[in-house]
């Protein structure tokens, strides 16, 4: 039970470098082109996807035990707002002459990931 739940934490963790990595990469270059944009949208969201299925993995794994944390409540709000940001950068790979929205948006999206990874790390509250 040990190796799985530490195995499912680590895919959860390499889940996360395929959603952030993209955006970090949309943040720093966001007039990279429409097509490598829009490919690295599709690559985040499908990181996103999958830290959905190994996080709701990894609380079903651990009962009760963190669901009435704040912190984890507070993740699990940003982590949607994450998803509606990550669906609004995908329109928006697609309009012409919008990298500078683009650059902006994936910017405040990386720091809201941050921001989730600050919190399962220092478990604030």
């Known amino acids: ?68 944390t704040w912190w984890l409540r507070l993740s699990l709000i940003l982590f949607l707002v994450i998803g509606a940001l990550t669906g609004r950068l995908r329109r928006l790979t697609r309009e012409p002459g919008s990298a500078g929205a683009v650059g902006r948006l994936a910017r405040v999206t990386t720091l809201a990931l941050v921001l989730v990874v600050y919190l399962m790390e220092a478990k604030p509250f």
């Open 1 to 68: 039970m040990i190796f799985a739940y530490s195995l499912l934490v680590a895919v959860h963790v390499v889940s996360f470098l395929f959603c952030a990595g993209p955006l970090l990469a949309l943040a720093l270059a966001p007039d990279m082109g429409p097509s490598a944009a829009q490919r690295l949208t599709r690559v985040a969201s499908f990181g996103l996807l999958a830290l959905l299925v190994t996080g709701v993995g990894a609380i079903a794994m651990t009962g009760p035990a963190f669901i009435h």
